[in-house]
């Protein structure tokens, strides 16, 4: 299993200590591309999302609550995982 499952993995088995940098590959697995940084916030956009998605590096973590918008846009918009290399 590739690390970016066994990231997913975690958070969907509930994983709260998710790493910034880890919840930002998983989301350009999934088709986003970082297009900005704003200060703390990383916006991502995704080629076939009008939405954004914004991530914030506190203290070298995830914020909980941007864990939960990256997988409910995963899950609303039925977006799968490109294969690892």
């Given at each position: 299993?590739?690390?970016?499952?066994?990231?997913?993995?975690?958070?969907?088995?509930?994983?709260?200590?998710?790493?910034?940098?880890?919840?930002?590959?998983?989301?350009e697995a999934f088709?986003?591309?970082?297009?900005?940084?704003?200060?703390?916030?990383?916006?991502?956009?995704?080629?076939?999302?009008?939405?954004?998605?914004?991530?914030?590096?506190?203290?070298?973590?995830?914020?909980?609550?941007?864990?939960k918008q990256l997988?409910?846009?995963?899950?609303?918009?039925?977006?799968?995982?490109?294969?690892?290399?």
């Amino acid at each position: 299993m590739g690390k970016k499952k066994k990231i997913l993995l975690s958070i969907l088995q509930g994983s709260k200590n998710v790493s910034f940098a880890d919840l930002s590959n998983l989301a350009e697995a999934f088709g986003f591309e970082l297009c900005r940084i704003n200060g703390s916030h990383h916006i991502f956009q995704h080629k076939d999302i009008k939405e954004l998605l914004n991530l914030q590096n506190y203290k070298g973590k995830a914020k909980p609550y941007q864990v939960k918008q990256l997988l409910n846009l995963i899950n609303r918009y039925n977006l799968s995982m490109e294969e690892e290399k």
